[in-house]
């Protein structure tokens, strides 16, 4: 099954008036399909996807088939839902009524199980090694502050021990420079990606 | 001797007034952390300071007793060891940041 038919799918989502968009994405951060204006730029799409499909805590709360995460924003809110391994997001305005909001979601989840197993138009890679999960959890955390922690690993080995110390040495820069919570935060996701 | 002073007071206060600009900008350079939590307790420290040498040259003029200018001292004392112990707390964690980007 190709991309396109969930694409036309998402596609009804935003008849619902107040949906901004939908995306479709899987656990290695593919975008399987997408329906966003024009405005939206796909390498941000494809970026957003990649960090959540590498954030560790989101397919944690987001495992099993009833999985939802509901995120509300001043300028706009986030429903996050799963769909058989992968997941649904849809960005919509305050203006969007919940109720008809959550039926259309309902019926475009059940079309897209319908329709199978969606798979990216690229070949599927292989696991990113650490440093890249690394690279790419330090990134969505500490966004426009995270040049100087992205040097540290930069300036790691390839061993795992290199990659413990570098990884402890973002945890204190963020902890000494940016956030306590955030370095603790920081500090448990690289842990469990590294496997300690 | 009041003329030398006030004189001080006056070169105390300018020099103070430099800091507090100086701690307030660099205040808004830390983002946060540790550094950010120590840095603000500084720039809090400097306005009191800055506050207190305002106040300096009119205990002077309005000749304060002595057992008040004695408070004010040794409030100076205290509040002054306090000021040095977060600094040496901001370098030290500065070196640890060195060490790091080494």
Known sequence: ?196 | MDWLAYGLAAAAILVMALNVVQAIRLRRAIVGGEVGTKWSVLTFLIAFFFLGYLVSPLAIWFRFPKEILDLMVFAVFLFGAVFVWFVIGIIRDTLAFLKLAK
Do not use: C
């Open chain 1, 1 to 196: 099954m190709t991309a396109a038919p969930h694409g036309e799918t998402l596609q009804q989502l935003g008849a619902v008036p107040g949906v901004v968009g939908g995306l479709l994405f899987d656990g290695r951060g593919e975008v399987l399909a997408s329906a966003f204006p024009p405005v939206f730029d796909a390498a941000g799409l494809r970026g957003l996807a990649g960090r959540l499909g590498a954030d560790g805590y989101f397919q944690e709360w987001m495992a099993g088939e009833n999985a939802a995460l509901d995120l509300r924003y001043q300028d706009g809110n986030v429903a996050v839902r799963a769909v058989d391994g992968s997941w649904l997001l849809v960005l919509y305005t305050a203006q969007a009524n919940a109720q008809l909001l959550s039926m259309s979601m309902t019926q475009v989840i059940r079309r897209l199980r319908a329709a199978g197993p969606a798979r990216s138009s690229e070949p599927p890679a292989a696991p990113a090694p650490p440093l890249e999960r690394l690279r790419a959890v330090v990134t969505a955390e500490l966004g426009g502050h995270a040049a100087q922690a992205l040097e540290i690993l930069n300036a790691a080995g390839p061993k795992p021990r290199d990659l413990f110390q570098a990884a402890a040495d973002v945890e204190k820069l963020t902890r000494l420079f940016i956030d306590r919570k955030k370095a603790d935060e920081l500090g448990r996701k690289m842990r469990a990606i590294l496997g300690k």
